[in-house]
């Protein structure tokens, strides 16, 4: 005999309101606490949650045991260090997830396909698929390079603040890998004027001579990612940069759809 209507509804109150939902809170707060720098009190915690003073830290406790908060001197709470294991293993599936999507730039552009993540001031690489031509270009994954050089930097850094892009490049500097990196702040934030008016970036001979790369910002993604095509300067010209910007949009958004439903076999 099916459930009642009544039945059902009280058996998933029941499931909505016991463990499930004080984890759905946990990682709201945990959600709330990154978007606010990391660190926050309980008062601006349950300002921007809604939720009461004590369910808040009852919960804060619980993260603080567990290793994911930390309790710092003046009362605040500030994300802990497990969190940086849950990323690092994270950021490695969002490159295994992507793979699918840039083999199918490699089939429809014909150049090496690339993802890459910004992880504080740099820019690393986390899935790749190489060209089939035998000329190619080659990036490591796991590689880490300085974002004023890079295609994919300046698509990441488009949308941030010019106080805040001006702040990471003097904590990093700009060395020039060739003689067309940009190396002033004035160069680099015109160039990311330049990405928020087109929606995509290029890196021409500026991390390699004799190599131009195309990269757009994946949109919405849970963190801050990019994909590029990357090829020799005689194959990615100017007439083949109108052919494949459309599609790096279009498998960027499809990425984006993917990663956004739940579950890795999306998409």
Partial sequence: ?????????????????????????????????????GEVGLSELSASSGLPLPTIHRLMRTLVACGYVRQQANRRYALGPRLIRLGESASRLLGTWARPYLARLVEETGETANMAL????????VAQVPSKHSMRMFTEVGRRVL??????????????????????????????????T???????????AEVRRTGYAIDDNEQEIGVRCLAVLVPDSPTAAAISISGPAGR?????????????????????EALASTG????
Avoid: C, W
């Avoid at 001006?166 to 500097?173: F, H, K, M, N, S």
């Avoid at 890795?264 to 998409?267: D, E, F, L, R, S």
């Fill in 1 to 37: 005999m099916p459930p009642s209507s009544a039945s059902t509804t009280d058996s998933r109150s029941s499931a909505s309101s016991g463990g499930v939902q004080s984890l759905e809170r946990a990682f709201d707060l945990l959600e709330r606490m990154a978007d606010a720098g």
């Fill in 118 to 125: 910004l992880d504080g001031d740099e820019i690393v690489y």
């Fill in 182 to 192: 940009i190396t002033t702040p004035d160069g680099f934030l015109a160039a990311l």
């Fill in 236 to 256: 990615v010209t100017e007439a083949a940069t109108e052919r494949i910007v459309p599609v790096l949009q279009q498998v960027a958004a499809e990425l984006s």
């Fill in 147 to 180: 974002p004023h050089s890079t295609g994919v930097g300046k698509a990441l850094l488009a949308h941030t603040p010019d106080d805040e892009v001006r702040a990471l490049l003097g904590r990093t500097g700009m060395p020039a890998a060739t003689e067309k």
């Fill in 264 to 267: 890795p076999n999306a998409g």
